[in-house]
């Protein structure tokens, strides 16, 4: 019990007590860990504890998953595969600990945490992403070139109906500009041909800066390009840019400037490679805000729901494919509509 006036976090990384400072450089009434005690960790069954006290989150058997784990996750289950895209720095370690973090505190737009065989990776994310905040740059990705990762998520209620599994895609944002970089090195992207929604990030903060803001445009564009010159786009899948870091897009002075410069970019995106999409949809979110102005995780339930919605009925259904792969040819045509913003 936290004795009167004693200052306390949740977070055992925080020393706000000696330093009298947010960890996670937050202003205090937006810190979810401030002013509550730290929770006791419970091991799960099956679960050894690390021996190396160095080495104390790298708890084995609950890592992210190989394509061929998620593609055993795909075969037995009703699975989506999500894949989150965007040059290094975009947000992707956020988002996917803001999603975690989210989960702690209940449902997400309707939808409840069920099981994860990736408990640790979430954890590790968490932990990335927090010490990213600090740094205030991109975390350290924890993947080597050439591989790909898949956190699990099983949920029930909400969009996510009488239960869903999602496999969250994430790969060392590096990979996507040695992608734009040298096309000859490039890779096929296996989990983005096998997604059913491609999420790219654009980063809110590098549409603030008039030269970044172009390069940010040019890299976008580049990315997607890439991918379809790899053959990773199959035409079935739904494409969302997600504009990253809104609180600062909010508080800038340039803020409509922001928007409609990512508006344009979506338009340029439509244009472009709207033919290789069965839909386009933008949203904003906030990850991990720096102030109190926009509440952490805005925009990730409402990420969430299209990410777990039904893909929309195709006009036409294709005819069989094998059994191993329905999961990832559930769609090649083109569909008008099912708008989600
Ligand atoms: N202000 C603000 N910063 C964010 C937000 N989301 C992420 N960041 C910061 O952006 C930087 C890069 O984030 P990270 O998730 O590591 O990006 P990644 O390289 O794409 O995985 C870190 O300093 C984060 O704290 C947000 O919603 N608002
Ligand atoms: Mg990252």
Redesign the pocket.
Known sequence: MAEDGEVICANRECRISETGRCV??LELEVCPHYGREPEVEEIADGEAETSDPGAGLALPGADTLTLEQASQVLRRSDARVIAII?????????????LYDLFQEGDVGGAEYARSETLHAFELACH??RA????????M?RTGHGEVRFYHLDLAGGAAGDGLTLLLG?RA?EEYRSAVDDAAELSPFPEIRRADTVTV?V???RLQDAGARHNLRSEIVMILQALLDGGALRGGQRLVLAL?????VQASPHRDRAETNFMGLAAQVERVFGGSFRQVETCM???????AA?K?G?GVAEMLTFWASPAAMPAIVQPAVAPSLRAFARLTIKHEGGNND
Do not use: N
């Open positions: 996670e450089g965007g040059p290094k720095g975009a947000g992707k370690t956020s988002l996917i600990a803001s990335d992403a990213a905040s600090r740094r205030g740059e991109p975390d990705e994430d944002g990030l980063d809110g903060q990253t870091k809104m609180d600062v979110i906030a990850a991990s805000p720096k102030t926009v952490r805005t």
